[in-house]
Each structure stands twice: as structure tokens, then as C-alpha cells.
């Protein structure tokens, strides 16, 4: 004689499902990261270009002045035009930011003016979750910052 304590029909269905969620989410959340992780490289390979850019772009009135100094003068504008001027290239803006959100933050020089930092900013596009949630958000904003210095060798 069998005994049977209750139905167990349905069950595996109901596990398949919470296991099928669980799936879905932890997909979702390491293809979004991975996103990110990759457009945060791409975001800094741009800055250090942009300010290796403005690190090669010397004061000339300075450079070819009286005094020799073992380092190169830039110029604070000169750095600016020529980081938006690297960035005006489609080609240097990377591909996982948003069209029109790559932001030039800052373009500062230091006080000896020997060192160019260049902060950068952009939008990143979430590939699974902006599906769901694109009414509600513009993407996740990165930020990467890179300093290039010059530097003249004896």
C-alpha cells in the first residue's frame, strides 16, 4: 500500500522558474557591469591621448625664451584647444558613450606648467537594463581623469 502525504505536482516547475530569475538577473547584472567596466577603459585610453595631446603642445613664446629650464612650458589655453581639438575626431570618442554625452570637465595645468590633467566625463548606455528601465534613466555616468607631464631629458 502507497501513501501519499500530498500532491508534489508542480513543483519542479515552480523551481525552474525562481532558478530561471535568479539566471536572468545575475546575466544581467555582470553584462551591465562589464559594460561599464569596458566603456571606463575606453573613457581612459581617450584621456591619457587627450592629455599626451596637450602635453606635446608647448608655449612657444616660452620654450624659445632667455632662460633654459629642463622642462617644456605649455600654455593653459593651448592645452584646452588642443584637447577639445582631439576629441572634435569621431574616430577618439569611444564607442560605449552615449552620442553627444563625452563631457571635458576640466583642462588644468599645474602651477610649474609642466603637467596637463584632463578630467572626462560620458554617458554609458546599460545594454540589458536601459531595455527595461530606458524611460527612467540616461545610463550610468563615468568620469576618468589622466595627467601627461613634460619633461626634458639632459
Same mark, same amino acid.
Given at each position: 500500500?502507497?501513501?501519499?502525504? %500530498?500532491?508534489?505536482? +508542480?513543483?519542479?516547475?515552480?523551481?525552474?522558474i525562481?532558478?530561471?530569475?535568479?539566471?536572468? @538577473?545575475?546575466?544581467?547584472?555582470? !553584462?551591465?557591469? $562589464?559594460?561599464v567596466?569596458?566603456?571606463?577603459?575606453?573613457?581612459? #585610453?581617450?584621456?591619457?591621448?587627450?592629455? =599626451? #595631446?596637450?602635453?606635446?603642445?608647448?608655449?612657444?613664446?616660452?620654450?624659445? %625664451?632667455?632662460?633654459?629650464?629642463?622642462?617644456?612650458?605649455? +600654455?593653459?589655453?593651448?592645452?584646452?584647444?588642443?584637447?577639445?581639438?582631439?576629441?572634435?575626431?569621431?574616430?577618439?570618442?569611444?564607442?560605449?558613450?552615449?552620442?553627444?554625452?563625452l563631457h571635458?570637465?576640466?583642462?588644468? =595645468?599645474?602651477?610649474?606648467?609642466? $603637467? !596637463?590633467?584632463?578630467?572626462?566625463?560620458?554617458?554609458?548606455?546599460?545594454?540589458?537594463?536601459?531595455?527595461v @528601465?530606458? #524611460?527612467?534613466?540616461?545610463?550610468?555616468?563615468?568620469?576618468?581623469?589622466?595627467? #601627461?607631464?613634460?619633461?626634458?631629458?639632459?
Amino acid at each position: 500500500m502507497r501513501r501519499h502525504r %500530498g500532491s508534489d505536482d +508542480g513543483q519542479i516547475a515552480l523551481l525552474l522558474i525562481f532558478f530561471g530569475l535568479v539566471i536572468l @538577473a545575475l546575466v544581467t547584472v555582470i !553584462v551591465d557591469v $562589464t559594460a561599464v567596466f569596458l566603456a571606463r577603459r575606453a573613457l581612459q #585610453a581617450t584621456a591619457d591621448g587627450a592629455s =599626451l #595631446a596637450a602635453a606635446q603642445r608647448i608655449s612657444v613664446p616660452s620654450a624659445y %625664451g632667455d632662460e633654459f629650464t629642463s622642462w617644456l612650458p605649455l +600654455g593653459s589655453h593651448d592645452a584646452e584647444d588642443t584637447v577639445a581639438s582631439y576629441l572634435a575626431q569621431p574616430a577618439r570618442i569611444p564607442r560605449s558613450c552615449r552620442a553627444g554625452s563625452l563631457h571635458i570637465d576640466q583642462v588644468v =595645468l599645474d602651477a610649474a606648467g609642466q $603637467t !596637463v590633467m584632463v578630467d572626462l566625463s560620458c554617458s554609458v548606455t546599460l545594454p540589458i537594463v536601459n531595455v527595461v @528601465a530606458s #524611460a527612467w534613466s540616461d545610463g550610468v555616468r563615468i568620469r576618468q581623469h589622466a595627467s #601627461a607631464r613634460t619633461r626634458v631629458a639632459p
